[in-house]
């Protein structure tokens, strides 16, 4: 069921509604980066689909040997299993802001969540899928802590390795350039219909460009004044 507005919960000696977002984007638009300022400028929790599910791969779990080979085919994970998946983690979250990154992924999924939860806005990030490409050849991880670097952006101190523990970086499968052109078809035949399912009950904001840094201010502008945060 839906949370009433009138809750209030405390951030950063600032109130701020019990606010529910899901951010929306092909991989490699900047969700991450983007649900990451929200996290650290609202204080909202990022409840990320792909996060939970390649720390289930690199644990090595049953969920994670079932991921991992759709993954490594540039195939999504079923949806039961996501879903499954997503809906206990929002349990375990009671009543906290939070934002949804990776669910809902279809219009079934939306109908799931919209009767547990009440939704107060969904956030569209449109990027040139050809700038996702790019930017996603470039792309390198810690796969334990989830730390992200992007070669001619944000390079690690050391060639290869993480800043904190010197681990060697890895690339995720699903960055490799003929995985992601697969999963972008996949994503615009999907998303489509979400996007089309919250956008008939008014809750669709799109963000468009080329970069996270000019998305950033308007995404936190829009937050601001729908938390009434000022």
């Given at each position: 069921m839906g949370i009433p507005h009138y809750k209030y919960t405390c951030f950063t000696n600032m109130y701020t509604k019990i606010f529910r977002a899901v951010i929306i984007g092909a991989p490699g638009s900047g969700k991450g980066t983007i649900s990451e300022r929200i996290v650290n400028?609202?204080?909202?929790?990022?409840?990320?689909?792909?996060?939970?599910?390649?720390?289930?791969?690199?644990?090595?779990?049953?969920?994670?040997?079932k991921a991992k080979q759709y993954i490594a085919e540039g195939q999504l994970v079923p949806d039961d299993i996501v879903t499954k998946t997503m809906l206990a983690r929002i349990t375990e979250v009671g009543n906290k802001s939070y934002i949804l990154d990776g669910f809902p992924r279809n219009s079934a999924q939306a109908e799931i969540l919209s009767s547990r939860e009440q939704i107060d806005a969904v956030i569209n990030l449109n990027i040139p899928h050809d700038v996702i490409i790019e930017r996603v050849k470039n792309r390198w991880i810690h796969a334990p802590s989830g730390r992200v670097y992007n070669i001619g952006f944000d390079d690690p101190k050391v060639p290869g390795r993480d800043d904190i523990t010197g681990d060697r970086l890895t690339q995720r499968e699903d960055d490799k350039p003929e995985v992601v052109a697969r999963r972008l078809q996949l994503y615009d035949e999907l998303m489509g219909p979400v996007l089309a399912w919250y956008g008939k009950r008014g809750l669709v904001t799109s963000f468009k460009g080329r970069e996270t840094k000019e998305i950033w201010p308007r995404v936190e502008r829009f937050l601001k004044d729908r938390v009434n945060m000022g």
């Open positions: 400028t609202f204080g909202f929790l990022h409840i990320s689909s792909g996060d939970i599910l390649r720390q289930n791969i690199v644990n090595n779990t049953d969920l994670g040997k």
